[in-house]
């Protein structure tokens, strides 16, 4: 039984996710917190994954989301999109670091006023 060397035969299957693909998308990076890459260069899904210790997926999802308010094509990833895994960013208050604290402390809960009203009449017993 011979094996073809087209890329429908069994050795080709899965592919070579090593190589430099040329049709990968590339996202531009704006920031300076990292010390790996370059303020302005392009990068793959992958290489912002290595440089942040987090998966390719999580990436693109952070991207994505960062994204959402901007015009439709926009990929952008700032220091916010390529930061490291957090253990336990809202732990317990017993088991939590002081820093953990600190930002559960300083997140925003209401974006607005009329958010602000509704939380407020929400937390009225009945």
């Not at 998966?55 to 693109?60: G, L, M, Y």
């Not at 925003?108 to 009945?126: I, Q, Y």
Request: with cysteine.
């Amino acid at each position: 039984m011979k094996q073809s060397n087209d890329c429908m035969g069994y050795q080709n299957y899965g592919g070579n996710k090593a190589h430099e693909n040329r049709n990968a998308v590339k996202i531009k990076y704006i920031g300076n917190e990292s010390k790996t890459l370059v303020n302005g260069e392009y990068y793959t899904f992958r290489q912002l994954g290595e440089a942040a210790g987090v998966s390719p997926e999580a990436i693109k999802s952070r991207v994505t989301n960062e994204m959402r308010n901007y015009p439709k094509g926009t990929r952008v990833a700032t220091d916010n999109c390529v930061r490291p895994k957090q253990e336990k960013p809202f732990g317990y208050e017993k088991c939590a670091t002081k820093a953990h604290r600190e930002m559960r402390l300083k997140l925003p809960r209401c974006a607005e006023p009329s958010e602000v009203l509704m939380a407020k009449w929400l937390r009225v017993k009945l």
